[in-house]
Every structure is written in C-alpha cells, then in structure tokens.
T-cell receptor, first 117, second 113 residues
C-alpha cells in the first residue's frame, strides 16, 4: 500500500520558537495533503488542506499565519508552527491522497508529537 | 459543513462477543465513509470503507452498513479479540469542499479476555 512518512516523530521546543514538520508520500504522487491535529483522547481535527502548487485552505479557527503550510512538490508538504506556545503541544498528523475523484483513500503519516515548553 | 456524530464513546466487550459502533452524518452529499483504527500514539489505519452506492460491505470479522436515507452507518466487529482493543473513528467525505474527511469523535473499544 501507499506509504506516507513524517519527520520528526517527536520534537520538543521552547515557547516562542518555530518548528517545521515534513510530510512525504514515498511511493505515490500526492495531489492533496491534509494536516490534522489531535489532542489527547480526542478526535482528529482537520487544520488545512493543501494542493500542490497552490495556497492551503485552512479550516475555520485555524490561524494561517501561525500554521504555515507549503506543498511545493507532489511528494512533500511542510507544516511550520510559528512562535509556538504550550497550547500548541499536540499530535500533528498528515495524510496524503493521489489521483482524482471524490472517493479516494487518504494515507496517514505516523504523526509528530510536538511538546512546547 | 459536514458533522459526524459517533456513539458510543467507550465500549467494553467480552472476548468473542460482537461490537457495534454507530455514526450519523449531516451532509447528504457525502459519498465515502471510511473507518479507522488507531492504537495509542500511532497513525490511524484504514480497516474498511464503504461508498454511497453500496449498502453493506464485509471483510472477515468486520462489516460496515450504510443507510443513506437515514444518514447513518455502522461498524460491526464479530468474534472480538484482545488485539481489537483500540480507538475507532468513523469519517465521511464532504464532496462539496475539497473531498476532505470529517471524523467522528471516536470510540474507545476494550476487549476483555
């Protein structure tokens, strides 16, 4: 099956610094990538949808200037958490989808656990 | 936008018994309904999905049913085993908004040996 990787798997940063998370589709071209945030014992909440070569579409309530998303190629999307604060500590998961049509499977990355101290 | 409700939030069953998780959705345009299993600290894994042109789908001990009229779908796990213990999420695709998935709140399943 399709493989999606994320890097890093865990990161600890100090409050006020920025952190970049990479999401890669290893064996397929991802026309669309999604970024989710998951707090402990909660569901996955979609943060934004990114299509290769275009600006990301952010969900309501997600600050686009704080969570910068870049989808520069068909195999790589990055999420940068700028000026991170302790409340940004969470599990960030990306997913990737290729092809066209509305009923296509999303393949999830392993997630990145961010801790802001 | 789409709203997906999932029940129950926790489910404890005896090994060998069946487990049923139910979800309802709000957007009649949704046409893809996957189910994911997530173990602690791991990525969600697709276990089964159903499209809007199908009413039921089965894969070994797992089955999913879809009622488009009532806008609800269910996951059935038969002959549960301890390794089925995990959090299960239903989801629905929003066909009008970039085909994104909206997830239910999750069901924590515990299978007692």
């Amino acid at each position: 099956g399709a493989v999606v990787s994320q890097h890093p798997s865990r990161v600890i940063c100090k409050s006020g610094t920025s952190v970049k998370i990479e999401c890669r589709s290893l064996d397929f071209q991802a026309t669309t990538m999604f970024w989710y945030r998951q707090f402990p014992k909660q569901s996955l909440m979609l943060m934004a949808t990114s299509n290769e070569g275009s600006k990301a579409t952010y969900e309501q309530g997600v600050e686009k200037d704080k969570f910068l998303i870049n989808h520069a190629s068909l195999t790589l999307s990055t999420l940068t958490v700028t000026s991170a604060h302790p409340e940004d500590s969470s599990f960030y998961i990306c997913s990737a989808r290729g092809g066209t049509g509305s009923m296509r499977e999303q393949y999830f990355g392993p997630g990145t656990r961010l801790t802001v101290t | 936008g789409e709203n997906v409700e999932q029940h129950p939030s926790t489910l404890s069953v005896q090994e060998g018994d069946s487990a049923v998780i139910k979800c309802t959705y709000s957007d009649s345009a949704s046409n893809y309904f996957p189910w994911y299993k997530q173990e602690l600290g791991k990525r969600p894994q697709l276990i089964i999905d159903i499209r809007s042109n199908v009413g039921e789908k089965k894969d070994q001990r797992i089955a999913v049913t879809l009622n488009k009229t009532a806008k609800h779908f269910s996951l059935h796990i038969t002959e549960t085993q301890p390794e089925d213990s995990a959090v299960y999420f239903c989801a629905a695709s929003d066909g009008a908004a970039g085909n994104k998935l909206t997830f239910g709140g999750g069901t924590r399943v515990l299978v007692k040996p």
